[in-house]
T-cell receptor
Framework: EDQVTQSPEALRLQEGESSSLNCSYT??????LFWYRQDPGKGPEFLFT???AGEEKEKERLKATLTKKESFLHITAPKPEDSATYLC??????????FGTGTRLTVIP | KAGVTQTPRYLIKTRGQQVTLSCSPI?????VSWYQQTPGQGLQFLFE???????NKGNFPGRFSGRQFSNSRSEMNVSTLELGDSALYLC??????????????FGDGTRLSIL
């Protein structure tokens, strides 16, 4: 059964304290993995697409990496404005898109 | 460039009623998907439309239906509302169909509350 699991469910960091969020998946044929950021009361905002193991993408303080079984979203020196829920989604070989339940990140000043 | 627009933003209904939600995709986008988001289940896929045809369907009862118009705008209908249908309903658009593997861009959703 296709499954996407994100951990931890919630993460509290001090401003400047770097960390990583995990997205592990078991799907039949990975066609792409997507990271989104969702603020309260808003829809998810697209961040990155990763297509194959070994690929990396960066944007400001965020860096996404992909292996054959999981993806990491590394947050370097986070700021309070990075507080949000981060979602990952996997598109399978059958073109289905499965979302994880997200990691709720809180960055404390 | 305008993003995905969903109307209305908030809706309150009672059990047994029906509701229609609307989504206008980003200009030029031809694929529209609908999701239900609840605190316990996260984002659950409802259906995906491309060129007015339903391309994919999630595991929801037949009370949930949708359609897409020739201008790519989409509507979602839920009949015989139940308390469990209370959720944030999100619409997402992408340039072309799922085969292209492009990212989806989301609207801010319609918050549906069932009393």
């Amino acid at each position: 059964e296709d499954q996407v699991t994100q951990s931890p469910e919630a993460l509290r960091l001090q401003e400047g304290e770097s960390s990583s969020l995990n997205c592990s998946y078991t799907v039949s044929g990975l066609r792409g993995l997507f990271w989104y950021r969702q603020d309260p009361g808003k829809g998810p905002e697209f961040l990155f697409t990763l297509y194959s193991a070994g690929e990396e993408k960066e944007k400001e303080r965020l860096k996404a990496t992909l292996t054959k079984k999981e993806s990491f979203l590394h947050i370097t020196a986070p700021k309070p404005e990075d507080s949000a829920t981060y979602l990952c989604a996997v598109r399978t070989g059958a073109n289905n898109l499965f979302f994880g339940t997200g990691t709720r990140l809180t960055v404390i000043p | 460039k305008a993003g995905v627009t969903q109307t209305p933003r908030y809706l309150i209904k009672t059990r047994g009623q029906q509701v229609t939600l609307s989504c206008s995709p980003i200009s030029g986008h031809r694929s529209v998907s609908w999701y239900q988001q609840t605190p316990g289940q996260g984002l659950q896929f409802l259906f995906e439309y491309f060129s007015e045809t339903q391309r994919n369907k999630g595991n929801f009862p037949g009370r949930f239906s949708g359609r897409q118009f020739s201008n790519s705008r989409s509507e979602m209908n839920v009949s015989t509302l139940e308390l469990g249908d209370s959720a944030l309903y999100l619409c997402a658009s992408s340039l072309v169909g799922p085969e292209s593997n492009q990212p989806q861009h989301f609207g801010d959703g319609t918050r549906l509350s069932i009393l």
